[in-house]
DNA sequence: ATTTTATAGATATTTTTATATCCATATTTT
DNA sequence: AAAATATGGATATAAAAATATCTATAAAAT
């Protein structure tokens, strides 16, 4: 390996600090300011200083020497890390108590995801709008997948048939899938899984109760 | 510091793990299996069998040489551990699509959490039922807490309500709480405060998808 | 104009977390 | 009965992440 395609990398929990400093940035250039501090996002986030100077200056945010970072570029550059200065079209299967909720949180525009299909087995469902987005039945999922040419999929279905599903988008040729089902999903190396699991902050919540 | 007092901790990651570890030990339980080695819990989390051997020993999980964890005694170390053993009574804040979410997934029974009551502002939920939890109005959060001594609160309101309600909270006593509002809270080093913020696996996913 | 100060920038250190290696032993295989 | 093997147990190493320290400089204060 040269040293010319040694790209820095960036770290997971840097990233995953991303979206919080991008939302505060948002509200920063709602107010008109220009340039902000390390050290007064610090206060804001209850993070360290070095902790943001940090992670900005991986994403390569510009900064004024003395002045502090540059609300307008910093967001800008954040977005395109992450893509999310444009849309990418998503669809969310299982339409249960969280699968509706996501569909009406509506700051997923903030975050590139724009969610245009929704898939459920109950008829009861299928065939309704749930926050605007149109539910079809799962049988479907192969034919609206490959008529879109969606990328991304949001995994609400309980975990019985987590797998099923999974095996279905894997053919289908999904590229990602964020999945918020209790299992660990197997999948081709090719296809990227965000697991989202929020007993596990509940956890961490219990355990720090415990050692009061 | 004497040696003496001086406890093992465990880490903050194997607690985040914890909670996937004790799914898997249920199910076995369920199934009659008696012990389980760490390749085979490996293969099943898709974790290296040495992370689940060092999780497992943190916790005191009890083992046989050359056998396996023995799947009942862990199941109660683990549950021991996160005072997952008998219920703890919680209430939530805000039933909006993902509080009302949260009140729906019977999950938590199994994660030693009760919601005993939850709060909001709309007219036509309080005094409702979600989910068999009854709704009362914000205003009488103190009251309803002071009287069943709650301890846990599940913070699931709008961004801006999220310290108001924070502040009435911390004043009635409350120990925890388990924050799902995009929004740091400021309370005293008395209070844990455990954030929970989909953004940031939602950044995690793009990110891994960008740099394909 | 001069001094002070707060900051990004760069580097170094420490801590945390993950991974690897070796060993003793109970189980399985031969 | 003997040999091979898979495993927990213990320790060592490596990688990742957080934190500290130092420097140059631009802005603010004097």
């Known amino acids: 390996m040269s040293i010319f395609n040694r790209k820095k990398e960036i770290s997971i929990q840097t ?7 991008l939302r505060i940035f948002y509200n920063l250039h709602a107010y008109g300011r220009e340039l902000v501090s390390s050290t007064a996002l610090a206060e804001e986030t209850q993070l360290l ?9 991986a994403v390569g945010a510009p900064s004024k020497l ?17 893509g999310w200065n444009n849309l990418n079209k998503a669809f969310l299967v299982g339409v249960g108590h969280l699968g509706a909720a996501l569909l009406g949180f509506d700051g997923f525009k903030n975050h590139g995801l724009e969610i245009v ?22 049988a479907q999922l192969a ?6 040419n969606l990328k991304i ?8 048939a987590a797998q099923g ?20 999903l197997t999948v081709p190396p090719s296809v990227i ?14 355990a720090k109760l415990k050692s009061r």
Not at 15 to 21: D, F, G, H, V
Not at 66 to 82: C, D, M, P, S, Y
């Open 49 to 57: 200083p070095i902790v943001i100077k940090k992670d900005l200056q």
């Open 165 to 184: 599903i999974t095996d279905t988008l894997v053919t289908a040729g999904i590229k990602a899938i964020w999945n918020f089902a209790p299992v660990n």
């Open 153 to 160: 999929a949001i995994l609400t279905v309980p975990a019985n």
């Open 193 to 206: 899984v965000q697991k989202e699991d929020i007993s596990s902050g509940l956890a961490e919540l219990c």
């Open 143 to 148: 034919t609206v997948i490959e008529k879109q």
């Open 15 to 21: 990233i995953r600090r991303l979206p919080q400093y």
């Open 66 to 82: 003395r002045a502090g970072f540059k609300v307008a570029g910093t967001i800008a550059v954040i977005e395109k890390f992450l």
């Open 117 to 138: 299909a929704a898939f459920d087995t109950h008829p009861e469902k299928v065939g309704n709008q749930f926050h605007g987005v149109q539910v079809y039945h799962t």
